[in-house]
Structures are given as structure tokens and as C-alpha cells.
């Protein structure tokens, strides 16, 4: 079992920059991603980025250039700094790790998800 905990989103004018973090814990793969998905009032969310575990990067044309993830010091933990936010930007931020067998079977676990609101 897999456990993930979310912190951060709030409140910002466009324009503005916030930080997200996610940390996994328990049985863990060596293969695996850790990234986020959001979703506004609608059908659908929307991938966000991810960094896998061999820190290679993927970000949604949508945020490129204005989102970066990072590894902190702390094992298993990853941030999402959005800078530059956009009202389209608002939604519920949805941290999930991406759990890897050797023969490339997968399980998903998602945080609980934090909003993140922009508004002037």
C-alpha cells in the first residue's frame, strides 16, 4: 500500500506563483512517477506534469515554461512550482505516484487534491 500526503494551493492574483508538494510513503517501487492532474468545473481533468524515477520531466503544453517539478531533500517527496499563473490555471490539483512491476503493470494512488484558485 501506497499512502500520499498533499500540501499547498490557495488563493493568488494572476500573475502570481504558488507552490505544491506531495510526498508518498510505504511499499514504493523502484519504477514509478510522481506528478499531478487538475480539474476545473467539467467532464474531464487534465495531466498536469510528472517527474519519473529517473527525473525525467513531462509537462501538458499548457504550462510549459511556467511549471516546474523538483525533488526536495527529503526521499519521496516532490514540489510543483507554478509560477506565472493564469485564471485558466484554477482547479483541483491532484497529486498521484505511479506504482511499476518489473513486467510494466501499474496501480495509481491520489492524494486527496488541494484548489488552487487565480483571481484578481
Known amino acids: 500500500q501506497v499512502q500520499i500526503a498533499e500540501s499547498g494551493g490557495g488563493l493568488v492574483q494572476p500573475g502570481g506563483s504558488l507552490r505544491l508538494a506531495c510526498t508518498a510513503s510505504?511499499?514504493?517501487?523502484?519504477?514509478?512517477?510522481m506528478g499531478w492532474y487538475r480539474r476545473a468545473p467539467g467532464p474531464n481533468g487534465e495531466f498536469v506534469g510528472h517527474?519519473?524515477?529517473?527525473?525525467?520531466?513531462n509537462f501538458a503544453d499548457a504550462v510549459k515554461g511556467r511549471f516546474i517539478i523538483s525533488r526536495e531533500t527529503a526521499a519521496n517527496t516532490v514540489t510543483l512550482q507554478m509560477n506565472n499563473l493564469k485564471p485558466e490555471d484554477t482547479g483541483v490539483y491532484y497529486c498521484y505516484y505511479r506504482w511499476y512491476s518489473r513486467s510494466y503493470d501499474t496501480q495509481d494512488y491520489w492524494g486527496q487534491g488541494t484548489q488552487v484558485t487565480v483571481s484578481s
Open positions: 510505504g511499499s514504493l517501487s523502484p519504477m514509478n512517477l
Open positions: 517527474i519519473t524515477s529517473g527525473d525525467t520531466l
